[in-house]
């Protein structure tokens, strides 16, 4: 795995920066803004720091032009780890690096846990599918008991779990330092999340945004909400339209934050009025659409949200938000997940996580669809309560952090 960090005046000339270099299969881990210190910056103003991570399959690719076979690693025990290539060997770097930093109060909670009792039949079982006990680190292997412990106590599917643990193991040596494990693991995680993919502006007209899922989840709040950010803090033009014309209730609610929000609403009842309203709206930057909620069972009305979907596909750059509640069975999600890939390619919204403490779900389901995720909710609060995916905050809260 190769992390390096890069630097500019903005966010995205940062990560541009990095992407020149790495390429755009990299993966953003840590965003900061950095203050230069010293007399002669007191005046400049901050700049930003991006700490980018490349996957191994393209790291073997970087490695030949990016590192002399000569250069040795920095002597910091973060970069002990054969793969982790120093960002410029030939400079001193500061010893405390991002992860190390975003870890440090994640370390002293894992190490106290390491005493706490689990489920010893599940960690054997790990701990005897691999090498031979002679050769096994103990310091090593109580981590890596501990991790799967507590990765299974906030309900991530044992599967995925196992599967990060080995390549965690199968990436580590005898005699590696716990941090060292501790922020492979944390690197592996965020990586296993991929980058968040949220909402952006179409190449040309209206981007058109479906959002799919079953009823109860939050569907029409969640409209309300990205609506209401695009409007009122980006003043971008918004639509709101809704072919839910099963539940009147939910029209009426989109009415109403359409008409708070002052923007047009419309109830299109037919793929015809579906294309006129597009033609109507052919101004604007974002026609959100709501869609009738449905058990995932059901699939006369699965096909009539895919014919609808379809039907303007060759008039307006569009994308699919599949909407799921973090408090759903894992069971339920995996159908749920299942059944709308027959409709369309999607991403993932999460709402509901102010109502559990195990967001384990959230990459059981990313692993299982291979879809991104873009937004998570975590209360009725329009427009606040929505942010953007912190992959970051997700591994860290599967590991057992705050």
Do not use: W
């Not at 009305?301 to 979907?309: C, L, M, S, Y």
């Amino acid at each position: 795995m190769i992390i390096k960090k890069f630097q500019g005046k903005t966010e995205n000339e940062a990560i541009e920066a990095a992407k020149k270099e790495m390429g755009s299969a990299l993966v953003v881990m840590n965003v900061k803004t950095v203050k230069k210190k010293g007399l002669r910056y007191i005046f400049s103003g901050p700049y930003v720091e991006v700490t980018a991570a490349l996957e191994e399959e393209t790291e073997k690719r970087l490695m030949a032009r990016t590192i002399p076979a000569a250069a040795k690693p920095i002597n910091s025990a973060l970069y002990n780890n054969p793969n982790i290539i120093p960002e410029e060997p030939e400079k001193e770097v500061k010893k405390e690096t991002i992860i190390e930093e975003r870890l440090e109060s994640l370390q002293t909670l894992l190490e106290k846990q390491l005493q706490k009792p689990g489920k010893e039949k599940n960690e054997k079982e790990i701990v005897e599918k691999e090498e031979p006990a002679e050769e096994k680190n103990d310091e090593l292997e109580t981590f890596l008991k501990l991790v799967h412990r507590t990765m299974v106590e906030n309900e991530v599917d044992d599967k995925y779990a196992c599967e990060i643990i080995d390549e965690i193991r199968r990436g580590s040596k005898p005699g590696y330092p716990f941090d060292v494990a501790l922020a492979n693991t944390y690197q592996k995680m965020i990586l296993k999340f991929g980058q968040p993919e949220c909402i952006t502006p179409a190449a040309t007209g209206p981007k058109v945004l479906f959002f799919v899922g079953p009823t109860g989840v939050g569907k029409t709040t969640t409209i309300a909400k990205i609506a209401s950010k695009f409007h009122v803090m980006e003043k971008k033009r918004v639509v709101l339209l809704t072919a839910d014309t099963y539940r009147i209730a939910a029209a009426e609610q989109l009415r109403t934050y359409a008409n708070i929000l002052e923007v047009p609403f419309r109830i299109v009842y037919s793929a015809d009025e579906a294309e006129k309203a597009l033609r109507d709206f052919k101004d604007y930057d974002y026609v959100l659409v709501d869609t009738a909620g449905h058990a995932y069972q059901n699939e006369e009305q699965r096909n009539a949200v895919r014919e609808f979907i379809q039907s303007i596909e060759q008039l307006a750059e569009k994308e699919v938000y599949l909407v799921l509640s973090a408090t759903t069975k894992y069971r339920d999600l995996l159908e749920i997940a299942k059944a709308y890939q027959e409709v369309s390619d999607y991403k993932l919204i999460f709402t509901k996580l102010d109502e559990t403490d195990s967001v384990g779900n959230i990459l059981n389901i990313k692993l299982y669809t291979g879809a991104p995720i873009s937004y998570i909710t975590c209360g009725q609060n329009v427009p606040d309560d929505i942010e953007s995916v912190d992959v970051q905050k997700l591994a860290k809260s599967l590991l057992g952090g705050e």
